[in-house]
């Protein structure tokens, strides 16, 4: 009986398994070995050039720029894209009217093809035909040529990040917030917590902390793996201002066909979002729960 | 096995075995582009060889093209016959993907009397080889809105033919104000445009032997001043090539300095928002000057000798004068068989009543390929060149500054000499 159970749930776990192996570890594995070799695509065999590749990257200013780039991005969108999550899903629970119509709004974003949405925002932000810059004209300002200047171009990638995480934050805040229920702030005004920002910040916010630590984590991955915007907006340009990781790894192996560098990239790349999922577990995961 | 009773029966088999239609796949990229021309000859060709049939595979652009062709090689080529990009060619005849065309051209006897001019069978020819056949050729022209033109004050019918002359007409059109811009000169793409000025100052990439750079000298450096003067004098805006296509069309550019394959689409957004006209780049040097050609070219991959048989004949057709014709009408490229050009039968009533198409065929004399860079980082190198002329365009750093770093990035990435 037991055996047969125990049979049962190799076999009832075992399409799964064959999927991760084939379409997940396998894959993983071979990137791994390819960023080992000098692999271009078109030009076999590889060879062996153990950590040459690492050591390119390591010298490689491309690369540390795209790195920053990325580090830059990060910075910006993901605190923004959570503090606005969480404003926004606060500001639409508390209200009275237009719950549902505020939340589809700034969900849309979410829903939309990233791709479409980029051609929209180079229109608004087109420098002599956009919207934006015709606005600013009318105040008197000049604006910007927001996406091909490279004093700009990495704010303009930013904030159309934010745009589009935004919403999707929200929603995951009002699940959180839901989930608290409404006598502990009622029981804290009793008890003297007569503001608003008081009743946030000793109730609301202490309980939100297992839904701030998961939108946090996923919303730096998220915007780690910035892509879409780059690719169909800037190319990486003017000058590499705008080139992130996915997108430096896209050019070094699919336009360049340096796939050994490119997939040591992708293995930089792999280790910062292991680390990120790891401070998620590991490090933060038992501080924020109430047991 | 063959006896009295088999015999008749293979008799009535045998003809339809050698009927048995030989299936060929044709990679092309840009069908936006492309897509009518391609199937016009398909068309004309099913007539003339019945027992061939075509499959076409497209890519959206050419470095999809690239891609797929490459990934095939590592596995399994499906694709008998790719149209690449000229710059594309020497990576695919250096990783002996591309076949050797001269001995099937030979075969069929005087490439010239066939209208295989030597200019042209030079487009295709890289390591060593004939690489492929030109099949499309296109060259930069000056597209340009003959109303803000005639607003500046300048005359449409009589445009400036040196640089200087443009400059200050654009300047004066930037200066109708209301986000009016003078000019866009399409740099950002490739080094395709700049290699327009560094050949129109009759200079040239690499040295004979491609071991150094050869455009770190006074030709070079010529070639990036204009580009800092087209910002300092004619005022040009920091613009990226779609965003300047996108204001030109919507009336709000002056000039845009940029292929004659981009001619069909401009005139399908422009519409009648403008009058819009074309012009031939301006001359930099008189003598010495050139002008780099752009386009595609198709190369022989398949190995199995009816499949090859098959797409040659399919290339050869589409390259002979009356599919070079087909082309034209359908593209508004420039032609690649010297007969569609000298005789006029083929092609003089299209021109006739497309004058915008004709800029570019009266450049054709002063082309010259594309250079492609030898070695593995051939792509890379292009790229570089591109992200030091944006250091320019944005006035980050002076022409002599951006030539020396631009030659020192590119020297890194030849192909070093093996010992």
Same mark, same amino acid.
């Given at each position: 009986m037991r055996r047969g159970e125990h049979l049962a749930g190799w076999l009832l776990?075992?399409?799964?398994?064959?999927?991760?192996?084939?379409?997940?570890?396998?894959?993983?594995?071979?990137?791994?070995?390819?960023?080992?070799?000098?692999?271009?695509?078109?030009?076999?065999?590889?060879?062996?050039?153990?950590?040459?590749?690492?050591?390119?990257?390591?010298?490689?200013?491309?690369?540390?720029?795209?790195?920053?780039?990325?580090?830059?991005?990060?910075?910006?969108?993901?605190?923004?894209?959570?503090?606005?999550?969480?404003?926004?899903?606060?500001?639409i629970e508390s209200a009275a009217r237009g719950r549902m119509f505020f939340r589809a709004v700034f969900f849309l974003p979410v829903v939309s093809l990233t791709v479409a949405m980029a051609s929209a925002w180079q229109y608004l932000l087109h420098p002599t035909i956009?919207?934006?810059?015709?606005?600013?004209?009318?105040?008197?300002?000049?604006?910007?040529?927001?996406?091909?200047?490279?004093?700009?171009?990495?704010?303009?990638?930013?904030?159309?990040?934010v745009w589009e995480a935004v919403g999707f934050n929200m929603v995951l805040f009002m699940?959180?917030?839901?989930?608290?229920?409404?006598?502990?702030?009622?029981?804290?005004?009793?008890?003297?917590?007569?503001?608003?920002?008081d009743r946030f910040r000793l109730v609301t916010w202490p309980l939100l902390g297992p839904t701030t630590l998961f939108v946090v984590t996923i919303s730096l991955i998220r915007s780690v793996r910035v892509f879409d915007t780059v690719a169909v907006l800037t190319r990486g340009g003017p000058n590499r201002a705008s080139e992130t990781l996915l997108y430096t790894m896209y050019t070094e192996g699919f336009t360049f066909l340096r796939l050994g560098y490119s997939a040591a990239i992708t293995l930089v790349f792999l280790v910062i979002v292991l680390g990120l999922m790891l401070l998620q577990t590991r490090v933060l995961d038992r501080r924020v729960h109430y047991g | 096995m063959l006896n009295r009773r088999t015999l008749p029966l293979l008799a009535l088999v045998a003809p339809a075995l050698a009927q048995a239609p030989t299936e060929i796949t044709v990679q092309y990229a840009q069908p936006v582009i492309f897509k009518d021309s391609y199937d016009a000859i398909a068309a004309e060709f099913a007539r003339r060889e019945p027992a061939i049939r075509v499959n076409f595979v497209t890519t959206a652009n050419y470095e999809e093209g690239m891609q797929l062709i490459l990934r095939q090689a590592a596995t399994t080529l499906a694709v008998d016959l790719s149209y690449q990009g000229f710059n594309r060619l020497r990576l695919f005849a250096e990783r002996g993907i591309a076949q050797d065309l001269t001995p099937l051209l030979r075969a069929e006897g005087d490439p010239a009397a066939m209208g295989y001019s030597p200019t042209m069978l030079a487009l295709g020819h890289f390591g060593g080889m004939q690489a492929g056949l030109a099949y499309a050729a296109s060259n930069p022209i000056c597209f340009y809105n003959a109303d803000l033109v005639r607003r500046a004050g300048g005359n449409p019918d009589a445009m400036p033919t040196d640089w200087p002359g443009m400059l200050a007409l654009s300047a004066r059109i930037k200066a109708l104000g209301g986000g009016i811009e003078g000019?866009?000169?399409?740099?950002?793409?490739?080094?395709?445009?700049?290699?327009?000025?560094?050949?129109?100052?009759?200079?040239?990439?690499?040295?004979?032997?491609?071991?150094?750079?050869?455009?770190?000298?006074?030709?070079?450096?010529?070639?990036?001043?204009?580009?800092?003067r087209m910002v300092k004098e004619g005022g040009m805006a920091n613009l990226s090539r779609e965003a300047a296509q996108q204001a030109f069309a919507a009336g709000r550019l002056g000039m845009i300095f940029w292929t004659t394959a981009a001619l069909r689409g401009t005139m399908q957004q422009v519409g009648r928002n403008f009058e819009l006209r074309t012009g031939p780049m301006p001359i930099i040097d008189e003598q010495r000057g050139r002008l780099p050609t752009g386009g595609a070219a198709g190369m022989l991959i398949a190995r199995d000798r009816a499949k090859r048989d098959a797409a040659w004949k399919f290339l050869r057709f589409s390259t002979s004068a009356e599919g070079t014709t087909l082309m034209v009408r359908n593209t508004g490229y420039v032609p690649t068989n010297q007969l569609a050009i000298d005789e006029p039968r083929y092609l003089a009533e299209f021109y006739r009543?497309?004058?915008?198409? *004709?800029? !570019? +065929?009266?450049? =054709?004399?002063?082309?010259?390929?594309?250079?492609?860079?030898?070695?593995?980082?051939?792509?890379?190198?292009?790229?570089?060149?591109?992200?030091?002329?944006?250091?320019?365009?944005? *006035?980050? !750093? +002076?022409?002599? =500054?951006?030539?020396?770093?631009?030659?020192?990035?590119?020297?890194?990435?030849?192909?070093?000499?093996?010992?």
């Open positions: 776990t075992l399409p799964a398994a064959i999927a991760f192996v084939a379409l997940l570890l396998l894959p993983t594995l071979a990137a791994v070995t390819l960023a080992f070799t000098d692999y271009e695509l078109g030009a076999w065999p590889p060879a062996w050039i153990g950590f040459d590749n690492f050591r390119e990257m390591w010298t490689d200013r491309g690369f540390g720029q795209s790195f920053r780039n990325t580090v830059l991005y990060v910075a910006i969108v993901a605190p923004a894209s959570v503090l606005g999550g969480l404003g926004l899903a606060l500001l956009g919207p934006v810059n015709a606005l600013l004209g009318g105040l008197g300002l000049g604006g910007p040529a927001w996406l091909s200047s490279s004093d700009t171009v990495l704010l303009s990638l930013a904030f159309i990040g699940a959180g917030l839901t989930a608290i229920p409404k006598e502990l702030r009622e029981a804290a005004a009793v008890d003297g917590a007569r503001t608003a920002w | 000019m866009h000169y399409a740099w950002s793409s490739d080094d395709w445009m700049f290699s327009a000025l560094l050949f129109g100052h009759g200079g040239r990439m690499l040295s004979e032997n491609e071991q150094d750079v050869a455009f770190a000298g006074p030709e070079g450096l010529g070639a990036l001043r204009l580009l800092d009543d497309n004058p915008l198409f *004709q800029t !570019a +065929t009266r450049q =054709v004399a002063i082309s010259i390929p594309w250079y492609a860079f030898p070695g593995a980082n051939s792509v890379r190198v292009t790229q570089t060149m591109v992200n030091q002329q944006a250091r320019i365009v944005e *006035q980050q !750093a +002076t022409p002599e =500054v951006v030539l020396a770093e631009m030659a020192a990035e590119v020297r890194r990435l030849l192909p070093r000499p093996r010992g």
